[in-house]
């Protein structure tokens, strides 16, 4: 077999890929995983491919490392449903919304420290900032703009479930990856930050100033960002520490979230059971994008090559 075929064969997978995401509308976890079955058979034949595809699932599914993920994703999904996420963004709209661009600037600072407790916040940034700047006349572009590029900063800043997701592959350090991300966020927070403040000068009509808070509403909203400080410094300083493990750090993080759901009454069992149940499809989704990714093709033909 020519080296050239596995070649093929993986940009054949690729817009196999491509075409079934756009057309079929089929799970990226199901193409995966048929693609990588079916490059791996040409390869190496059905029967191995058979046996390949038992041990991947098998693999993806009884590592211990992948604890992590879904503890991770229940704590962000404890905080959503807690109303923590909406506190946070009050408390932080309550001391910049007064200024041009300030509620574009709390909507990034909200992404950026919601994203340091959980990972996640497209959801309620969308709920909660949007309405506000629409309200005061903020521009499309910016009331969009600003909401869409803060959600990134959960992929970099940790807890991230993409470094976990990424650890687990790699068998990389979970601790150094969540310690190696802190610094790139806070650089692109930055440099969004420097955005939103040039277009408030350049376009100043895009971005009108809020009502001011008084000192009573900034008092009242202050707790809302004590709760998010006290979470990250459990969840990311017992790890950086070597107090906790990941897997430790992400019970410990649901805990202390339940317990400030229910301390702020902004938790019921209605909830728990919608933060259950997300968590778990989030969790399999992920898993089977794990499982799908059909990583190493060998055999006595076969090199080594990425096929899902």
């Known amino acids: 077999m020519s080296s050239v075929e596995p070649s093929?064969?993986?940009?054949?997978?690729?817009?196999?890929?491509?075409?079934?995401?756009l057309l079929l509308r089929l799970p990226v976890a199901l193409l995966l995983a048929l693609l990588g079955f079916g490059g791996y058979a040409m390869l190496d034949g059905v029967e191995n491919a058979l046996l390949m595809?038992?041990?991947?699932?098998?693999?993806?599914?009884?590592?211990?490392g992948l604890t992590v993920v879904p503890l991770f994703v229940l704590m962000g999904q404890?905080?959503?449903?807690?109303?923590m996420s909406e506190r946070l963004y009050r408390s932080v709209h309550?001391?910049?919304?007064?200024?041009?661009?300030?509620?574009?600037?709390?909507?990034?600072?909200?992404?950026?420290?919601?994203?340091?407790?959980?990972?996640s916040n497209t959801a309620t940034m969308t709920s909660v900032a949007l309405p506000q700047m629409r309200r005061y006349g903020y521009h499309p572009i910016i009331a969009t703009g600003s909401i869409a590029a803060g959600t990134t900063l959960g992929v970099i800043i940790p807890p991230s479930v993409v470094a976990i997701v990424?650890?687990?592959?790699?068998?990389?350090?979970?601790?150094?990856?969540?310690?190696?991300?802190?610094?790139?966020?806070?650089?692109?927070?930055?440099?969004?930050?420097?955005?939103?403040?040039?277009?408030?000068?350049?376009?100043?009509?895009?971005m009108p100033a809020g009502n001011r808070a008084s000192r009573a509403e900034k008092l009242q909203a202050l707790p809302g960002l004590l709760e998010t400080i006290v979470l990250f410094i459990l969840v990311i300083c017992g790890m950086s520490l070597g107090v906790f493990t990941p897997t430790e750090a992400g019970a410990a993080g649901c805990a202390l979230a339940l317990v400030i759901g229910f301390f702020r009454r902004g938790?019921?069992?209605?909830?728990?059971?919608?933060a259950l149940g997300e968590s778990m499809g989030i969790s399999a989704m992920i898993f089977l994008l794990m499982a799908g990714d059909i990583r190493e093709v060998s055999g006595p033909d076969a090199p080594s090559v990425h096929a899902g």
């Open 267 to 274: 938790l019921d069992g209605r909830g728990i059971r919608a």
């Open 94 to 119: 309550a001391l910049t919304g007064h200024r041009r661009g300030g509620i574009a600037a709390a909507t990034l600072l909200a992404c950026g420290a919601f994203s340091a407790i959980c990972g």
């Open 166 to 206: 990424v650890g687990v592959q790699t068998s990389l350090s979970i601790q150094r990856l969540f310690l190696s991300g802190i610094i790139p966020g806070m650089l692109l927070l930055g440099g969004f930050l420097l955005v939103v403040l040039a277009v408030s000068l350049l376009r100043p009509a895009w």
């Open 8 to 21: 093929l064969i993986a940009l054949f997978v690729v817009i196999l890929l491509i075409a079934g995401v």
């Open 78 to 83: 404890i905080c959503f449903h807690s109303g």
């Open 53 to 64: 595809l038992g041990n991947e699932l098998w693999g993806a599914f009884s590592g211990y």
